[in-house]
């Protein structure tokens, strides 16, 4: 079975430009979940999708972030314009939404803002 | 409210034994470990949830102490392949499909 795809892998470019990050879940996985992560330290939720709704989107910096999940599979999360504070790994996780609960990360996108 | 591990950080010999322990300041309905190695993603460990039971598999395994809110993972008998950051997140509700919060990791060292 796939695991979780997101692409780009890498991604450098300068402050003030627009920059997308791609997710495909797991197969079947209603639940999806963008997190960021920054050096040294442990991922922070952005957004969780159940479906096609943004169900949790309070820790989204809204000013600047956007996320959509069109049909309720891929996912597209956006910076526009970047800031270099926003130099992070960018990883995409899903879930069946179960009790359970178990998560299965993506290998992330690296962003480098110069 | 983030979860706050310890150890940040152990270096052991390979055969040595490793607690790592995660406790919350609020009520948790559930805890999950990760290992995460360099550039790569975090890789799902185990779940526990509320009611103080205890998982394991082969010589990884993991209690969870609801009084206390923490929660400790327990590595036996160390191997090479346990090296990286473990990262605990919790969830407070059982709405079944909630976001993480993780703690800041920490990070195992396995030398031969």
């Known amino acids: 079975e796939a695991g979780v795809v997101q692409s780009p892998r890498y991604k450098i470019i300068e402050k003030k430009q627009p920059v997308a990050f791609w997710c495909n879940p797991i197969?079947?996985?209603?639940?999806l979940y963008w997190y960021r992560q920054n050096l040294g330290q442990g991922p922070e939720l952005l957004i969780r999708?159940?479906?096609?709704?943004?169900?949790?989107d309070s820790q989204l910096p809204k000013d600047r972030f956007s996320a959509e999940r069109l049909k309720g599979v891929d996912s597209t999360l956006k910076i526009q314009p970047a800031e270099l504070g926003d130099s992070a790994v960018y990883l995409c996780?899903?879930?069946?939404?179960?009790?359970?609960?178990?998560?299965?990360f993506g290998p992330g996108t690296r962003l480098t803002v110069l | 409210q983030q979860p706050v591990q310890s150890p940040q950080a152990v270096i052991l010999r390979e055969g040595e034994d490793a607690v790592i322990n995660c406790s919350s300041s609020?009520?948790?309905?559930?805890v999950h470990w990760y290992r995460q190695k360099h550039g790569e993603a975090p890789v799902f460990l185990m779940i526990?949830?509320?009611?103080?039971e205890q998982k394991g598999h082969d010589k990884i395994s993991a209690s969870f102490n609801e009084k206390k809110q923490q929660s400790s993972l327990y590595l036996t008998a160390s191997q090479l392949s346990y090296s990286g950051t473990y990262f605990c997140?919790?969830?407070?509700?059982?709405?079944?499909?909630?976001?993480?919060?993780f703690g800041k990791g920490t990070h195992l060292i396995i030398q031969p």
């Open positions: 197969s079947g996985h209603n639940t």
């Open positions: 999708y159940e479906n096609e709704e943004a169900v949790d």
């Open positions: 609020k009520a948790l309905y559930s």
């Open positions: 996780a899903s879930s069946l939404g179960s009790r359970t609960n178990e998560q299965f």
């Open positions: 997140g919790t969830a407070y509700s059982g709405g079944g499909a909630d976001g993480l919060t």
């Open positions: 526990l949830l509320k009611g103080g």
